[in-house]
């Protein structure tokens, strides 16, 4: 089977070759099934993640053994299945999270970990869903409990997470505050809903905000979902509710904010760190329910997967650039069953 190759740690976004970090095997051996419970599931397409992309380079807090095929969350069809498997058939549609492996061709994974995509759903779009979504899922109703009529300030809004977090705090009820890079970014944010839009290309975030509160009669941020850290991390805790909930999504500025201890104690603020990927390990009942929960929403039109870019496996590069120099509005996908419509998906 054809299949992604990390050899060795380094930049995936350099043209692949007899050296290169990344590498397309066309020969690999397809993953065998080895348990009575285990389905083999032919990839029809697989998301590209901040994550993933850490996890190349090694900057990632887990790390595989070289070489290894990367890639998480992904949807495919049932191809074979172990004769103790009875929630799923040959032929059903399904998507999961892997902790590594989706970038092929073919996958095996455990009946439990699988999830049916629901009539009407696009399968490239459900690939795109269960990192991102179920990660602001997780965070925003699981964590921070988010209300009807709250004020959500998502960071880094255009972005894979960032992008879920705003539909999700509109199902919600909430009042969405995004901040984006840029007039196409700001554009898509608002025909997904969100109640006011900071373009940091061109206004700062503090006086942005503030004068759309004070238009709306509000006092401040209730939560502050935030993946990106660094300079924006620390502005935003100036418009924060007493009482306001701070979700630590990630740093994709590559600077790790520090929130004061005594402002979060006088100001009565609850810091809630979310790593997704531990919740298998740690609590799976709750990404299970996140999951089912997020695939009834896509198949009722509550939410959509923005997807920006598609890319071939041998494109993997490109894909990872487009990563690396945030030119995505919502998810950059690898389509692995048929041929990519184009390189940039129009919006």
């Known amino acids: 089977m054809e299949a992604l190759i990390c050899r060795k740690l380094g930049d995936p976004t350099?043209?692949?070759?007899?050296?290169?970090a990344i590498f397309v095997s066309i020969s690999h051996p397809p993953p065998l099934i080895r348990s009575p419970t285990d389905i083999r599931i032919r990839v029809i397409a697989a998301s590209l993640n901040y994550a993933n992309y850490l996890q190349i380079l090694g900057k990632y807090q887990e790390k595989h053994p070289l070489p290894f095929i990367p890639g998480s969350d992904f949807s495919?069809?049932?191809?074979?299945?172990?004769?103790?498997?009875?929630?799923?058939?040959?032929?059903?549609?399904?998507?999961a999270s892997a902790d590594f492996g989706a970038?092929?061709?073919?996958?095996?994974?455990?009946?439990?970990?699988?999830?049916?995509?629901?009539?009407?759903?696009?399968?490239v779009a459900a690939g795109g869903?269960?990192?991102?979504?179920?990660?602001?899922?997780?965070?925003?109703?699981?964590?921070?409990?988010?209300?009807?009529g709250q004020v959500l300030l998502v960071l880094g809004?255009?972005?894979?997470?960032?992008?879920?977090a705003v539909q999700i705090g509109k199902v919600c009820g909430a009042i969405v505050i995004a901040a984006a890079r840029g007039i196409e970014k700001v554009n898509v944010l608002k025909s997904l809903g969100a109640d006011h839009v900071v373009n940091l290309s061109e206004e700062g975030l503090s006086e942005s905000v503030k004068e759309y509160l004070k238009s709306r009669g509000l006092k401040g941020v209730d939560v502050l979902y935030?993946?990106?850290?660094?300079?924006?991390?620390?502005?935003?805790?100036?418009?924060?509710?007493?009482?306001?909930?701070?979700?630590?999504?990630?740093?994709?500025?590559?600077?790790?904010?520090v929130i004061p201890a005594n402002i979060a104690l006088v100001k009565n603020w609850t810091i809630h760190g979310l790593?997704?990927?531990?919740?298998?390990?740690?609590?799976?009942?709750?990404?299970?329910?996140?999951l089912n929960e997020l695939l009834s929403w896509l198949q009722k039109g509550l939410i959509s997967v923005n997807v920006s870019h598609r890319y071939s496996l041998s494109q993997a590069n490109l894909a990872f650039n487009a990563i690396k120099e945030r030119m995505a509005i919502g998810k950059v996908m690898l389509v692995l069953s048929g041929t990519p419509q184009s390189q940039q998906a129009k919006l």
């Open 14 to 20: 350099e043209p692949m070759s007899d050296s290169s």
């Open 76 to 95: 495919g069809v049932v191809e074979s299945v172990g004769i103790g498997v009875r929630k799923f058939k040959i032929g059903d549609r399904v998507c």
């Open 103 to 123: 970038y092929a061709e073919m996958v095996v994974m455990d009946e439990k970990q699988l999830f049916r995509v629901p009539d009407g759903c696009d399968m």
């Open 129 to 148: 869903l269960p990192v991102a979504f179920g990660t602001s899922h997780v965070a925003l109703v699981h964590r921070a409990q988010l209300k009807p």
């Open 157 to 164: 809004a255009a972005g894979g997470v960032g992008i879920s």
């Open 226 to 257: 935030d993946p990106v850290g660094g300079k924006l991390m620390k502005e935003s805790m100036k418009l924060l509710n007493w009482g306001a909930k701070i979700l630590v999504i990630g740093f994709a500025s590559g600077d790790i904010p």
């Open 275 to 290: 790593y997704w990927g531990s919740y298998w390990k740690h609590c799976p009942s709750v990404l299970k329910d996140s």
